[in-house]
């Protein structure tokens, strides 16, 4: 390459935010011009995508959409869940949260939300019969989102939400916040 020639290098995001956005319009009635793609997270070929908007009826609605990568490398859905910002009660740790489960080996278990303690720097998922924890993330733009090759045992899983000294602000029964 001589002095006089450039090469352009073009970044294309992990997922397409086209995508994204328009499951939002079709399926989810999103104005368009108000869907923010707040965090991505990937598990090998596998993403979620944390995602706020205006309903065309004014209502605001938040919530994870699950991204597939196919063998010809095009991304396809594979699970979503919305929600509508709210107030917890004492046992609540999301303001808005859920998830799906993993179906068979070609997708990803997916739960997650927004934090009810604005001061969380991280959350893990313990099972309350053996103290195990099965899940673990760090809040990115104010969103958890758990990743997993199979389904969460919500029915024995609490979520907390830790400071960044790793001590527990807030704590609740995984089954209460999905609900």
């Not at 923010?36 to 598990?43: F, G, L, P, Q, T």
């Not at 959350?123 to 099965?134: C, E, I, K, L, T």
């Amino acid at each position: 390459m001589s002095g006089a020639e450039t090469l352009e290098v073009v970044v294309k995001p992990a997922v397409s935010n086209e995508l994204v956005r328009h499951l939002l319009v079709d399926s989810y009635r999103a104005v368009e011009s108000s869907i923010h793609i707040v965090r991505e997270k990937h598990s090998g070929e596998h993403a979620a995508c944390a995602v706020s908007f205006e309903e065309r009826n004014g209502g605001q609605r938040r919530g994870l959409i699950g991204l597939c990568r196919h063998h010809d490398g095009t991304w396809q859905p594979s699970g979503g869940v919305m929600g509508s910002p709210r107030v917890t009660d004492a046992e609540g740790v999301f303001t808005t949260c859920g998830g799906w489960g993993s179906v068979g080996r070609k997708e990803r278990a997916a739960f997650g939300g927004w934090p009810a303690e604005p001061s969380a720097a991280s959350a893990r998922m313990v099972d309350v019969r053996s103290g195990q924890v099965f899940a673990a993330d760090e809040v990115e733009n104010g969103v958890v989102i758990f990743l997993s090759e199979g389904d969460f045992p919500l029915r024995y899983a609490r979520v907390e939400l830790l400071d960044s000294a790793q001590r527990v602000l807030r704590a609740g029964p995984a089954m209460h916040a999905a609900v």
